[in-house]
């Protein structure tokens, strides 16, 4: 014997369905991408040598490294735009080399657009103190990029590059594998 409460059990659960169908609508669900952040892998070193023609280690005033990187961005589709926060890790060591407990490391960040050219480059400045005879320091950097961008579907294809900005020479010792 099927009891009338057993019969209609279901009927708060297709009710529920009916009213979530109803909900649903035709409209597109958009899915937003923040735009990607790379470190230049040849740039997120930097050895600063004392004057003269000297690479060893005694010849080194500072040694950094750009390491962990990450962002967040805010979306403004009314102005086609995107804001991109990100925030990135830098180690820095002092060597016997250094003449001040100052630190000054050139840094760049470059924005990309969704065919790979360069449309802006910024060289922005980190002066760290080392702190009494500390050899080694951690600083976390922070910067800002507003990318405007022509449909809602490019702005995820930007690319934000971030790396210190190097001399000629301190590239050259780069690819020669100076520095820490």
């Known amino acids: 014997m099927t009891s009338c409460l057993t019969r209609w059990r279901f009927l708060p659960v297709l009710a529920l369905l009916f009213v979530l ?49 990450e962002w967040v961005c805010e979306f403004h589709a009314e102005e086609n735009r995107v804001d991109v926060e990100v925030r990135f890790g830098v180690l820095a060591l002092r060597g016997p080399a250094a003449e001040s407990s100052v630190a000054r490391l050139p840094y760049f960040v470059a924005v990309a657009d969704p065919q790979g050219e360069i449309m802006a480059k910024q060289v922005f400045a980190i002066e ?3 702190p009494g005879n500390a050899l080694e320091i951690g600083h976390v950097e922070t910067v800002f990029q507003h990318l405007h961008y022509a449909s809602l579907s490019q702005a995820q294809s930007y690319t934000v590059y971030i790396g210190f900005q190097l001399t000629p020479k301190q590239l050259q010792d780069v690819r020669a594998g100076a520095g820490f």
């Open 21 to 69: 169908a109803a909900c649903g609508g035709e409209e597109e669900v958009v899915v937003l991408t923040c735009p990607q952040v790379l470190i230049v892998d040849e740039a997120s070193r930097l050895t600063q040598y004392a004057p003269g023609d000297g690479r060893d280690m005694l010849d080194i005033r500072y040694d950094a490294k750009i390491g962990t990187v």
């Open 128 to 130: 760290s103190e080392f």
